[in-house]
């Protein structure tokens, strides 16, 4: 069955769409949207230091979205406002990527496919890879979740009960590293943040509980994967843009139905 | 039974002084206010026993057995994060519901359970931490400002609440706050801070204090100090 092309788009899709949704969910609740748009521009830089360097793509863009999120960890509080340095470091990092891939001589690089992703051409190897990377970003979101939600809530009240903020911050860093890696073949780096944040901003006016949040998130995100797919075949358009699209659309019908379900309570 | 002891603690925070050489201690069922201006490191002395800082110099000593409850400043819930009380009360340990209507009872605010985080008012938000707090079934009961935002009738409310925790668990108190006519009637014991430590007494004895009165204006100056306290620590910190 994974010889037919859409079907392998599709799991990949679900794939990258399970991984991202409860991570998507801290994203939202740290107010990090631009942190995770910064470590995703930086994949371009790391898709040409890997077409340079000829090791995979997904090594490359593992290991400069993981540096490039480290770096803004460790420069956050030093003099300069938050959204200044993800502002700088995002944009700035795309454009040494995008430099970088002009340096490439002899190499075709297809850069529209990294910027809005290739879903279609996902492969054998790619289909593992991506599932291998998004369940290993799901498992730490669900293994650590609980302490990850209290460091989230107040860094204090984790330190008195025994947990290590700092320590949390590191693990969702790596997991975000993790799905930029493996969703820039999905929806590339443009669009990367808005795989984790539209969904998860979609489950909000649903949910009473941070739980329920991440599977309405899950679900939001699996459906506008196969909206998406289906919807860029019948009507010929770029199936990155397409998921998103139908992520922004429940996004919006959440927020109207929001005000008929509070009349109910 | 010593509970804690903050022993010649100093402490920096970006090259800035902080605290320097704060000792004082804290036994079984004592309720201990620490008093100070904005910036006397009050909360800093708190997050030290917490163990959210590590003293420069010194050393804070408890008992590694010593069951810890911390009530902190008002802390903002965002919008964005749905929670329900019982969901936030069972963070980062499982509770069963029995044990959370409990001590939601015990902080004074029965049956909150399902009620969102960001829905509760300020008085109800702080009993929902004290209640927090006393899920540890804490031998020591540590609050940062706890009644920050609240107006002097709720501030008083919450303060007799916290002494009828401490007559039924018979748990040590340490707070911090910056009303001493607030949490007077409810302290064995105040400190009064400003780096180091200004004076300590009985709140009626730091209440007449020089030392205290300089730092909070109230008072006659030259008003006869009932309070004698020691003179072997200088001021020129002030």
């Known amino acids: ?265 | 039974m010593r509970m804690v002891d903050v022993n010649k603690v100093s402490v920096s925070l970006g090259g800035k002084p902080v605290l320097q050489n704060v000792s004082f201690h804290l036994d079984a069922g004592e309720i201990v206010t620490i008093v100070g201006p904005n910036g006397s490191g009050k909360s800093t002395v708190l997050r030290a026993i917490v163990g959210a800082i590590k003293p420069d110099a010194g050393q804070v000593v408890m008992p590694g057995s010593l069951r810890l409850g911390y009530v902190p400043q008002k802390l903002h819930i965002d919008q964005t994060l749905p929670i329900t009380v019982a969901r936030f009360l069972s963070l980062p340990k499982k509770r069963s519901g029995a044990k959370i209507a409990e001590a939601l009872s015990q902080a004074g605010v029965e049956g909150l359970e399902r009620q969102q985080m960001t829905s509760l008012s300020g008085g109800q938000f702080q009993r929902v931490l004290l209640a927090r707090a006393l899920l540890e079934d804490p031998q020591l009961l540590i609050l940062d400002e706890a009644t920050q935002g609240l107006d002097q009738v709720g501030s008083a409310a919450f303060y007799r609440q916290v002494e009828d925790v401490r007559a039924s668990l018979n748990c040590a108190v340490l707070m911090v706050s910056h009303e001493l006519h607030v949490v007077m009637s409810a302290s064995d014991r105040v400190i009064c801070l400003n780096g180091h430590v200004c004076c300590h007494g009985s709140p009626e004895t730091v209440a007449s204090a020089p030392e205290y009165r300089a730092l909070f204006g109230t008072g006659t100056q030259g008003a006869l100090a009932l309070y004698r306290h020691d003179h072997d620590h200088s001021h020129e910190t002030h």
């Open chain 1, 1 to 265: 069955m994974f010889d037919d092309f859409l079907v392998r788009a599709t799991v990949a899709g679900i794939g990258v769409a399970l991984g991202a949704a409860p991570l998507g969910c801290f994203v939202v609740w740290r107010r990090m949207a631009y942190f995770g748009d910064a470590t995703a521009h930086a994949a371009v830089l790391g898709v040409a230091l890997s077409l340079a360097t000829s090791i995979p793509v997904f090594t490359g863009v593992l290991v400069v979205a993981l540096s490039m999120a480290l770096l803004i960890t460790s420069l956050n509080g030093r003099g300069v406002a938050m959204d200044t340095l993800l502002g700088v470091v995002a944009h700035s990092s795309l454009a040494f990527g995008l430099v970088a891939v002009s340096f490439l001589n002899g190499i075709r690089v297809d850069l529209m496919s990294y910027l809005f992703g290739d879903i279609l051409a996902v492969g054998h190897v790619d289909l593992i890879v991506i599932w291998i990377g998004a369940l290993a970003a799901l498992a730490l979101t669900l293994w650590f979740w609980s302490p990850l939600l209290l460091s989230t809530l107040n860094p204090d009240l984790a330190r008195a009960a025994g947990v290590n903020p700092k320590r949390q911050e590191l693990i969702l860093t790596l997991a975000l590293a993790l799905i930029v890696a493996v969703a820039i073949k999905i929806v590339g780096v443009l669009l990367i943040a808005a795989l984790l944040v539209i969904p998860a901003a979609a489950a909000r006016p649903l949910s009473q509980t941070p739980e329920v949040m991440a599977v309405l998130a899950a679900i939001i995100a699996v459906g506008s994967v196969i909206g998406g797919l289906q919807a860029s075949l019948l009507i010929d358009t770029q199936t990155g843009p397409s998921i998103v699209c139908c992520a922004a659309i429940a996004f919006f019908l959440s927020h109207a139905v929001r005000p008929l379900l509070a009349k109910r309570f």
